[in-house]
């Protein structure tokens, strides 16, 4: 085999291999020296890497294997990763309610308004995203304050707090 | 031929149709011509070895050799006329099916290759699966605003009083006290543990004024602490007064 | 992006992926339409077919895959000794080819071609992945209609059941 097809059997040796595969195995079985071998590997590396392939060469040690292009990571996770519709919980939605109307507050303030602790719906709202930090209270023990995020604003469809419709005082 | 060999001639076949097609083949006849051939015959005497075959098997050789007699005895009964047109002729019947299934074996015949063709090509395993990305489904400003009444109107009108009855407290805590508290406990028993100190606290300032007790009374050397694995209660002892002293 | 970029997104995508992707998923992804896609794919296909690539994309039903090229195999088997697919018997084969030909289709008609009993060849191809109910009849008795899935398509290397053999009238 030329070198060229020596490069496209390794690459279907390494595609199915999935992990690392040793160079002098690799060369065993292409029937070239592992010399020969690892100068064509280092060509197709090159290659690989200047055209900007999808899938590239990456030496590991005495091993090689193919590793997809981290450039198109974001277009890998958007047709492989799962993605799970969820709605706010009542209570979720509540401790948010509370924080988009009185912001900023803190954690005690809510918990004085709920009637209930509110770490676990803070810690949840902040990775979704819809809360966030905002600066600690001047008060004793400086508490943490948070407010609403720009998140908040797009999931509600409303581009300021002030549409948030007004509480009619009961 | 002996029985051992249609044994095993028979077992090799598909079926009954599989059987005749292997037959007609062999004789070198069309399809069409089975019934004026040796192949009916023949088809007899293999199933006549038939007792070899698991039963489920064997029944459906021997449903066709029944098929066979009886085409073959209409061949030489003479016929009723009219009535024979009426019913399906089953010669042709059979024919027709003849011809059906070998059609499909060849169509198999045909697959096999692409088979084999595309058993020389491999797939990848997946890598590892993704977490889930979880989505927040669109909400309604209605629902923020009704969830966020509801909290307001449980409140109790006596909301700034509670606080400063809060306030009131905090002098009710003080190190000295706490520490008094502690040494009570401990002397009790001889030792005291960790979580035992604070189950009856009231409030958080409790707990925080009598963690700082502890941590004092440790830094003075009145008492040691010693933990027997992670996360375990943690055991609190009074130095005795010649290790103190 | 343009036609080479999305090529190579693509391959990337499927290299993770290993499992055959729906083309509207990676359409979706990619930002594009899937008809365009379905274009780049055709022409990505033909590319690598060609050029004798290590690594084929195949078309499976609505779905694209990537797999090694055959030519290729005695060098991935020499290197990576893989577990192989095994060949169908000739009655597993026969029952498929009637299903693969006249489906949807009942037990009862596919016996009535073969003049034997299919209970056991049917259970064993849909434990295969190869066959799958699709619905029942509505005739008496209302009997179950098998079709032939993506597995089968994959199985015998072909992108849907137009590219089965033609049959001939016997």
């Keep these: 085999m030329n070198d060229e097809a020596i490069k496209k059997a390794l690459e279907s040796v390494l595609f199915i291999a999935g992990d690392a595969v040793e160079i002098s195995d690799a060369a065993a079985a292409l029937e070239i020296g592992e010399q020969e071998l690892g100068r064509i590997i280092d060509d197709l590396m090159l290659q690989k890497e200047e055209s900007g392939a999808g899938v590239l060469l990456k030496r590991v040690g005495n091993k090689i294997q193919l590793c997809s292009n981290p450039a198109y990571m974001p277009y890998i996770d958007k047709t492989l990763q799962p993605v799970k519709k969820t709605k706010l919980s009542q209570s979720l939605l509540e401790t948010l309610s509370i924080i988009a109307y009185k912001q900023p507050i803190t954690r005690f303030e809510i918990e004085q308004i709920r009637g209930v602790r509110c770490n676990y719906s803070i810690a949840i709202l902040i990775e979704r995203g819809l809360i966030d930090r905002a600066g600690k209270k001047k008060t004793l023990g400086n508490p943490m304050l948070y407010t609403t995020t720009d998140e908040f604003l797009r999931h509600f469809g409303i581009a300021s707090l002030k549409e948030l419709p007004e509480l009619t005082q009961g | 031929m002996d029985d051992n060999e249609y044994k095993v001639q028979i077992e090799q076949f598909e079926g009954p149709l599989d059987l005749l097609l292997h037959l007609i083949g062999k004789a070198r006849i069309d399809i069409e011509e089975i019934f004026v051939s040796k192949v009916t015959g023949q088809y007899l005497a293999y199933v006549s070895s038939i007792q070899y075959l698991p039963l489920d098997r064997a029944s459906e050789f021997i449903e066709m050799a029944a098929i066979l007699v009886y085409i073959k005895s209409r061949m030489i009964l003479p ?96 190190i000295k006290e706490r520490a008094k508290h502690i040494l009570r406990a401990v002397n009790e028993f001889g030792s005291a543990t960790f979580f035992s100190l604070f189950s009856d606290a009231r409030s958080r300032l409790e707990v925080a004024v009598t963690f700082i007790a502890l941590l004092e009374l440790i830094h003075e050397n009145v008492v040691s602490i010693r933990q027997s694995d992670f996360y375990e209660d943690i055991h609190i002892t009074k130095v005795s007064e010649e290790m103190a002293g």
Aim: aromatic content about 10%; proline content about 4%; charged content about 40%.
């Design chain 2, 79 to 174: 016929s009723d006329d009219g009535d024979d047109e009426l019913e399906e002729d089953p010669e042709q019947e059979l024919i027709s099916r003849l011809k059906t299934y070998k059609t499909f074996k060849e169509a198999a015949e045909a697959m096999r290759a692409f088979e084999e063709c595309a058993l020389c090509a491999y797939y990848k395993l997946p890598e590892e699966v993704f977490d889930e990305r979880v989505e927040l489904e669109e909400m309604s400003l209605q629902s923020l605003y009704e969830a966020y009444a509801e909290a307001m109107a449980r409140i109790p009108d006596t909301e700034p009083e509670h606080i400063e009855e809060v306030e009131i407290r905090h002098d009710i805590f003080t």
